[in-house]
Structure formats: C-alpha cells, structure tokens
C-alpha cells in the first residue's frame, strides 16, 4: 500500500518520528562505537548490536526512514552506491547472465563489465526506452538471475516502465533491481511496481548536500538476494561511517523541499531551453513530446525529477565553451545536491557509450530559477 507523499514528507522531516525518550532530544545520537558490550551471563545488551560492520545504530534510524520512504521492509546502508551495487552482484555465481540497459550511470556499468568478466557472469543488454525489449535480452540464456532498470536513465534520460520490466524478469524467473538515484522516493516507489530491489547513491538527492559519499539498499521482503546482500555487508564491511549515517538523516529531513523545489525549476528550465535557438534538443520526461513521458506520468508522481540534458546547436567545443561561460553554475560530476551542476559526459565516458558531444547534463539545484536561467541564457548567447 503506498501512503500518500503528505505522509512520507512527514517521515522524512521527522526522521521517522524520532522522539529520545531518555533526554527529550529531537534529533538522535552519534552513536560511534565500534563494539557492543556483553552482560554477566554474556548475553548482548542489546542483541541488534554486537559489531559496527555488521550493525550499528548510527545506521539503523537513516536505514529505517529509507525503508518506509521505499515502501520497503528493509534498508542498508553502504559506504557509496557503488559499494551497495557491488554488494549485489557478489552474491552472484559463475555462469550466471544479467540484464542491463544500454543507457546508464557509466562508473556502474564499467565496474559492472569487469566483475562479471572476470567472474564469468554473462551480460547481455537491452533498450531503456523499452522494456519489451528485455524479452529478447534474455531469450538464449536460462539462468537470468537479475535484470537491471535505472530510470531515467544517466545521461540519455531514458524511461524503463518499471512495471512492465518486472513482469519480464518475473517470467524469466529472474529479479527485478531498480536503481532509482535519479527519481528519489519523493516521486517513485519501485517496489510497489514489482521491483525486487531498489538501489540508491544517497550521495546524490537523499543527501543532497554534497557532502556524504553513501549508498542504500531497500528490499520489499526477506528474498534470497537479500539475505545475501545482508551477509555480504556484514562479512565485507562496506558501511558508511556514524557520521556520514547521522549527516544523511539530516540531509533526508529536507528531502521533500528540496527535491519539489529543484523539480520545478528542472520543468521551467526544459521548457526554456526548448524554446531557446541555440538549443537542438531537450531531454526531460516532464516535456509532453518526451518519447517517455506517458510511462513517466504513470510512475513518477508530483514531478520529473531534477536531471535533464540538453544538446546545443554545434559540437564538442561548443558544449565546452557553454559549459565554460556559466557563471553561477558549477561544472563538476554527480546530481541531486542543493547546487546546480552541468557536465559534459562525452568527455567523460568512452566513445563507444555514443553520448553526443553536444550533450550537457544538468543537475538543477535550488537556487533561484530566474537567476539560473539567466546564467544559462548569458551562456548560450553567440550560439
Ligand atoms: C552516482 C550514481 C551511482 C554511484 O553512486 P556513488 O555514491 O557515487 O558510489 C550509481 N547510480 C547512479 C544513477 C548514480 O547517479
């Protein structure tokens, strides 16, 4: 059952209603111990916690909060996303395939490409714009252990039907993981449309700062991937710190403003910019002639998300040279934090990714939108 957005603004802004029936205290502990004391007849005190690899309770009130946001059962924490992704695809066993999009976040899909080639796990792809492609993706292979969705996709901005990729991994026997980074809990809860597991990089939205390098895992119930993602956190240790647990609640408590905000000025930006000359194309799947955007208004609610591309009349120098003429914009990898950030991806990934060198990613943030329109207006003039 998904609670309305109201209620998880709620749970988000009050830290899952954490209330320290001890000192009265609103905001919880640091609690930075890295072991946990046995009584008498050694027993644990407290028997959740014995060793800060495995548990601790820095992470559990972050944990909790993600949890109900997800409309999961269970959270952990994980020293990056790419650790949490990483902690999936461990647990997997030689000869087994994996089903991935053609359009995604490229540290995740290069890391991804050497685990499973050295560990012999077959890789075959399909197309983000559609899941029924998937079908075909797997077809030739019977052991589908897991197919992939990251929506929208990073930096194509493709949309996967979510719903519609877990029916296909379903009849293949196979689980359905979303990487959901880019929509946020304020606006998608895979797990209510079939997902198996929902990823998350906290560096990005759910921080939101960027100043927390942290990743999650949700699941909807105790499956067997996930009590081996559990035993592969607790016997390899890629957990986040107390302080960067306890600084990612604080950052979730704003979730909701922050993400709604920086929404909106994402929609209002797309819209200029499809309207400027300098401009060849937007990709945004809150623009109705987005080929997404019917899917996209099914499974996003209240918004788009904040991460929108856009290709300049020209090429590579360019895009560098808007790049380079921003003023309050920031050039710099990574998304969803307070600030406004562009980057140029086809300096960035291999030519084979085929991302158009006219392409900028924006990662809009919450200053005012008139003054970022402003300083992308400055920028495209001469164009
Ligand atoms: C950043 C990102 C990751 C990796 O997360 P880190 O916290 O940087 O390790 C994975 N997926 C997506 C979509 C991302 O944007």
Same mark, same amino acid.
């Given at each position: 059952m998904s609670v309305d957005s109201s209620s998880k603004a709620t749970i988000a802004a009050k830290a899952g209603h954490?209330? @320290?029936?001890? %000192?009265?205290?609103v905001v919880p502990e640091i609690q930075p111990s890295t072991t946990f004391a046995r009584d @008498?007849?050694?027993?644990? +005190?407290? &028997?959740?916690?014995?060793?800060?690899?495995?548990?601790?309770p820095s992470f559990v009130y972050a944990e909790r909060v993600l949890a109900e946001l997800e409309n999961g059962d269970e959270c952990r924490l994980f020293a990056s996303g790419m650790a949490a992704i990483a902690a999936i695809f461990y647990t997997l066993k030689p000869g087994s395939h994996v089903v991935l999009p053609d359009s995604m976040y490229w540290g995740a899909k290069s890391w991804i490409h050497a685990h499973c080639h050295r560990q012999d796990i077959f890789l075959s792809q399909y197309h983000a714009?559609?899941?029924?492609s998937i079908v075909d993706a797997i077809?030739?292979?019977?052991? %589908?252990?897991l197919v992939w969705v990251e929506t929208?996709?990073? &930096?194509?901005?493709h949309v996967t039907d979510i719903e519609l990729a877990a029916s296909h991994a379903h009849d293949a026997g196979a689980l359905l993981v979303v990487d959901s980074t880019a929509s946020t809990p304020v606006i998608t809860q895979p797990l209510d449309l079939g997902a198996d597991l929902v990823v998350h990089?906290?560096?990005?939205?759910?921080?939101?700062?960027?100043?927390v390098l942290a990743g999650a895992i949700v699941t909807a119930d105790s499956h067997d991937l996930w009590l081996a993602v559990c035993a592969e956190r607790a016997g390899a240790g890629a957990v986040p710190g107390t302080f960067e647990s306890w600084l990612l609640l604080r950052g979730m408590r704003t979730l909701f403003v922050r993400v709604n905000a920086a929404m909106k000025s994402a929609m209002a930006i797309a819209e200029f910019l499809q309207s400027h000359?300098? +401009? *060849?194309a937007v990709l945004y799947?809150?623009?109705?002639?987005? &080929?997404?955007h019917d899917i996209a208004s099914r499974q996003m609610q209240g918004g788009y998300g904040s991460l929108l591309s856009f290709l300049v009349n020209g090429d590579s120098t360019t895009a560098l040279s808007v790049a380079g003429k921003l003023q309050l914009i920031t050039s710099a990898t990574s998304l969803g934090g307070v600030e406004t950030l562009i980057e140029h991806r086809h300096t960035l990934e &291999?030519? *084979?990714?085929? +991302?158009? *060198?006219n392409l900028l990613r924006l990662s809009v943030g919450i200053e005012s939108v008139e003054d970022l329109i402003n300083d992308l207006d400055q920028a495209l003039r001469g164009i």
């Open positions: 954490f209330l @320290d029936v001890n %000192t009265g205290a @008498d007849r050694y027993q644990l +005190i407290d &028997p959740a916690n014995t060793y800060a690899r495995d548990a601790s714009a559609d899941a029924d077809a030739g292979y019977n052991s %589908t252990q929208p996709s990073n &930096p194509m901005m990089s906290a560096t990005k939205a759910l921080n939101g700062h960027s100043d000359s300098a +401009i *060849e799947p809150g623009l109705v002639n987005h &080929p997404g &291999p030519e *084979e990714n085929a +991302i158009p *060198e």
